[in-house]
Nanobody
């Protein structure tokens, strides 16, 4: 079974930056799409950014221009560079990976989440 471990969360002042990392581990596997999601207090989980294995990216309007998603396929790791952070970015951030399990099937795997708190 593939496991995802996030790191890099913490407390940062408004206008500051953080970089989140998510590393996949387990037996031999291939990851298709990867993405970051977040859930703020009192709100539903929402998509932040996604990236395909080939490097095509997609961003939520609320973070476009401020956040950058990237990946290193050799390390099975996805990153989220967050700049110009705002208090409304405060949330638990979750990594998701789509793991290819056969020629016709795949499996969604989620990390445990890492807290990002933007406050002065």
């Amino acid at each position: 079974q593939v496991q995802l471990v996030e790191s890099g969360g913490g407390l940062v002042q408004p206008g500051g930056s953080l970089r989140l990392s998510c590393a996949a581990s387990g037996s031999s596997f291939i990851i298709r799409d990867m993405g970051w999601y977040r859930q703020a207090p009192g709100k539903q989980r929402e998509l932040v950014a996604t990236i395909t294995r080939g490097g095509t990216t997609n961003y939520a309007d609320s973070v476009k221009g401020r956040f950058t998603i990237s990946r290193d396929n050799a390390k099975n790791t996805v990153y989220l560079e967050m700049n110009t952070l705002k208090p409304e970015d405060t949330a638990d951030y979750y990594c998701k990976a789509v793991v290819i399990t056969s020629t016709t099937t795949s499996l969604e795997v989620w990390g445990q989440g890492t807290l990002v708190s933007v406050s002065s």
